[in-house]
């Protein structure tokens, strides 16, 4: 049945568009983690109950589980908390600030993305114009990502470090070793995607390879790069917090993940997590704003 948006209720807005469905999920998962809570922490409580010979019902036990102060799995409700008193109730310039922690790991992914694409892009430009490194360089790209992140980033945070380079570099360089990946496969695809009607053609009008690359080649490759770069950029993300791991970072997420891993601050742990799921999604926004632009710009309908 079509639905004409002008004549539809509130109601019919909802139930045929996707603010219904993704509320439903929503509401779904919340109650999902609501009950995981007080499955997760139940032991702990009742074992303490036991101990001190504390009586309890299921209704002290549901409110204790949401309450905990160390829990296992902390209720949504205390992770909203934790984020309104680390996000919006401290100084941004406080190290205490979640503010503060997300710019950090945020400057060394931004860092490492400009360096994964542009290394990313002048691979997948070698690659589809010399053959030579399409045979030999294509390969190890590919098995570079079969190496664990997690192995590697130590090596680069002690050589770097053994070099005198310490901070944001060797963040930004994990990021741009996970990142460069996706843009490298993106971009030859990308630059390869011109048929082969549409390469005779320049052909027939005498185009060099420098003409072909510049008005085929690459217009064609704008829609799989940002395709790609929406991917590699949050990569990106994660290759920044992997990078604060093996440091002992005092400043970024990665440094709230361990010190609230330390002291056993799970709630700490989460609402860092759910932080960086929220930059990780603006970061990505970003990317899609500005791929409207430029294709705009270049005539795509967006």
């Known amino acids: 049945m079509a639905l004409n948006p002008a004549g539809a209720t509130v109601w019919q807005r909802l139930y045929y568009g996707k603010t219904l469905p993704v509320l439903t999920v929503l509401l779904s998962l919340l109650v999902i983690w609501y009950a995981g809570a007080v499955y997760l922490n139940k032991d702990t409580l009742i074992s303490n109950y036991e101990r001190n010979e504390i009586s309890w019902d299921a209704e002290k036990l549901v409110s204790d589980a949401w309450a905990m102060e160390r829990p296992i799995l902390p209720a949504p409700h205390q992770i909203a908390t934790e984020i309104n008193k680390t996000v919006f109730q401290k100084k941004i310039t406080s190290k205490r600030s979640l503010v503060y922690h997300a710019w ?29 490194l399409d045979r030999s360089l294509m390969p190890w790209v590919i098995a570079s990502q079969t190496i664990p992140i997690l192995a590697i980033a130590p090596m680069i945070i002690v050589v770097l470090g053994n070099l005198g380079i310490t901070g944001t570099i060797p963040k930004s360089i994990i990021s741009m070793y996970l990142c460069f990946f996706p843009i490298t496969i993106g971009m030859v695809k990308g630059l390869r995607s011109p048929d082969v009607l549409q390469m005779d053609l320049m052909r027939t009008y005498s185009a060099s390879t420098a003409q072909i690359f510049w008005k085929l080649r690459v217009p064609a490759s704008v829609p799989f790069l940002f395709t790609s770069l929406k991917v590699a950029v949050a990569i990106s993300l994660v290759g920044a917090i992997v990078g604060e791991l093996p440091t002992g970072a005092v400043s970024g997420i990665g440094a709230r993940l361990l010190s609230g891993s330390y002291y056993g601050q799970t709630i700490q742990i989460w609402s860092a997590l759910i932080v960086a799921s929220v930059l990780g999604m603006l970061l990505v926004y970003l990317v899609s704003v500005i791929e409207k632009i430029v294709m705009g710009k270049m005539g795509y309908r967006t």
């Open 104 to 132: 950090v790991t945020t400057s060394a992914t931004l860092l490492g993305f400009g360096l994964g694409s542009v290394l990313g892009i002048l691979l997948a430009v070698g690659i589809v114009h010399v053959q030579t």
